[in-house]
Every structure is written in structure tokens, then in C-alpha cells.
């Protein structure tokens, strides 16, 4: 009998999936914003509400034309989105420094949030952060160069590691330091994590892991050694504008000691998880203020409005999505897919921990959103081209599980 290699007939290799976490949470995060206003701020909510959607709508297109194109040409893409971007990371670096001179915004498109220039204005649509994009285009670009280095590689040693850091370095620092000025820690934490999971998962030694590991423990230890016995030094080197790093790091250590200043969110956020109790209050009952709830706050909207039970079902949606992102990871035989999506995974990790870690308490207040929960459009549609090149990875991955014998 002849034995060849053949597709089997089977239904279309959409990622049927990964759209269904994709609808849920976009489906939790229009309540959510909505209830984030409650019943005195409808109108203002329901604003938010549609302004989400639109940009759900806007990444829903984007996830068919990257589906369309195919997954080969989105690392040329990369690049070119790469200095446009930080061509917007420059003008909003000079942006900044005419606010701090002038008090106004350049050209009446940049805007300054709570002291950090993070965004152009876009008129009824809301606004663009360029940061957002960056995370993505700094992933894609990464994935591609640790796939080349081990492809080219010739044995393995610190030589050729170090020229791999180094090829990552040259890529990711230029548009961290712009992001770091504007200021927006946040978001250069984020990339900076993912990068160091796909650079963990790209083959390197593994003393590395003991360095890297030393490194972190010592710089924890100091750190804290600095905030307790030379706080007015540190405060110098990495408090930034007004100190608002390590007020953070205080309100997180002591919301109650100033809960009208840096304390107020998390005290509130947590007065709203202690008073929900199993069910919640209901959506748009809102018994405690939180202050911009929509965007860092969004999950202990989703406590107040229906309790332990909303909370539980976010974990369990986030928990179920990067499950399946790990199962796609380990399907794909394309190594630049599989570190994309290493990086992805890492990211969507760090935020979701970060984000209800702070909320609950455990973690220090950084402005990390809940991805794909948190009201914004440039994190929305970030994300959604993300899971487009991922809905390739994952149908090619399938495809090639689907050859049968015949």
C-alpha cells in the first residue's frame, strides 16, 4: 500500500478558542467600564463603553487583514513600525519638555496625564500611546533576532550569548529610555520582563539563570535596605518628579497612613473587595469611589460589582488564556512564532499579576493595566494585532498536527 503524507479534511483551523476567551473578556471589560461610573456617571460610562467597543471593533478588523497577510512578513512590518514609533516616542519627549517650559501642549495633540507624556490626542476617537504599540513591535523584533542568532549559532558559550543580549539591547533600549522619560515605568517594566522570558526561553546557559537571579535578589536587598535607612537618597536617584516613585512604594507598605494622598486608591480599592462580599453590590452600585477605576482599577470594580464570584471568573478567564497560549507555544514548529509567542505570554503574565496583585495589596502601585480588561485603546488594539499573528501561529500549528497517513 502506498503510504504518503496528506492534510486530513478537516473544519477550518480557526482558533475557535482563544476568540472565545478574546469575546468573554472583552464582553467583562464593556461591564465592567460601564460599572467603573456608576449610576450618577452613566452617561460618562456609557461614553467609555462605546469608545472600548470601537476599538474592539477596530482590532477585530486588524486580526483579519494580519490573518489574510500571513505571519512572514510581519517582522518587516516590525522594523518599519519601530522607528515610526520612535519618531512619536521623540516628538513626545519634546512635547514634554514644552509643557515643562511653557505649561501647554505642542501643537494641541500631546497630552500630559498625571505628569507623564504618554499620548497623542485623537480628537472624538480617543487617544494613541505609542508605548503600547512599542511592547508589541520590541516582542516581534526580539522573537526574530534570538531566531536568527540560533540559527546562525555555532556551539554554545557566553560569547554567543552576550552577543545575543546584545543584539536585544540595541533594539529595546533607545525606546525604553524615551518611555522612561516620559515618565512611564509601567510600561519599560513590561517590556523589560518580557524580554528576559524570551531570553530565558531561547537556549541560553543556564549559569545565566543563577546571575540573573543574584542580580535581582541583590538589587531587592538594597533597595529596600536604601528605603529604610537612606530614604532621602534614594529618593534623589529613582524618586523621580516629586518623589511619586517612592510614595507609591510607601501607600503600597501603608495605605492607611495616607489614604487622602498615594494611599487613597489602593484603600479604597480595598475597602470595595472587603464590603462586596460573595455576590457583589450589582453593576453601577457604586458604595465606594474609586478614582480613574476604568483603567489600573478595573478588577476591583469587577469585586465591587459582583464580589468574589466576578473575581474568581477574571482569574479563571486569565488563567484559561495563558494555558492556551502555552498549548499553542508547544505546537508551533516555527521557532520566531513560538518566541513571539514566549513574549506575548510573558507580558500578558507580569501584567495580570501585577495588576491584581496591586489592587489586592501584595504588589507596590505601578499603573499596570489588566490586559484586555483595563479601559484603553492603544493596550486594547495592541493586544488584538497580537493575538491576530497568534491566530496564524496557531492555525499553521494545527495544520501540521492534521497530516495523517493514507
Sequence with gaps: MKVGLSRAKSPDKFDFVLVTYLVLMIGMSLLSIYSAFGIIGQSAGIDYMMKQAMWFIIGSIAIGVIMYLGNDSMLQFAKIGYWFLMACLVVLLIGKVYNMFTGGSLLGMIITTNGATSWFKLGPFGSFQPSEFMKIVLILITA?????????????????????????AKWAIPPMILILAQPDTGVVLIIAISLVAMIVCSGIKKQWFVIIGVLLLVVVILFFYM????????????????GYRLKRITAWLNPETDINGEGHQLYMA?????????TGHGMGIELVSIPEAQTDFIFAVIGQSWGLIGTIFIVVLCLGLDIHLCRIASMSKNMFE?????????????????????????LPITGITLPMISYGGSSLLSYLIAFGIIMNASAKAKKLSDYVYE
Excluded: C, R, W
Design 227 to 242: 528605603y529604610y535607612y537612606h530614604f532621602n537618597v534614594l529618593n534623589e536617584l529613582i524618586g523621580g518628579e516629586g
Design 144 to 168: 526574530g533576532v534570538i531566531d536568527e542568532h540560533n540559527n546562525n549559532k555555532i556551539t554554545e558559550s557566553y560569547e554567543m550569548d552576550f552577543s545575543l543580549f546584545m543584539n536585544v
Design 270 to 278: 480595598l475597602l470595595a473587595l472587603g464590603s462586596a462580599g460573595l
Design 338 to 362: 513560538k518566541y513571539f509567542i514566549l513574549g506575548i505570554l510573558g507580558m500578558l503574565l507580569y501584567q495580570q499579576i501585577q495588576n491584581i496583585g496591586m489592587i489586592i495589596g501584595l
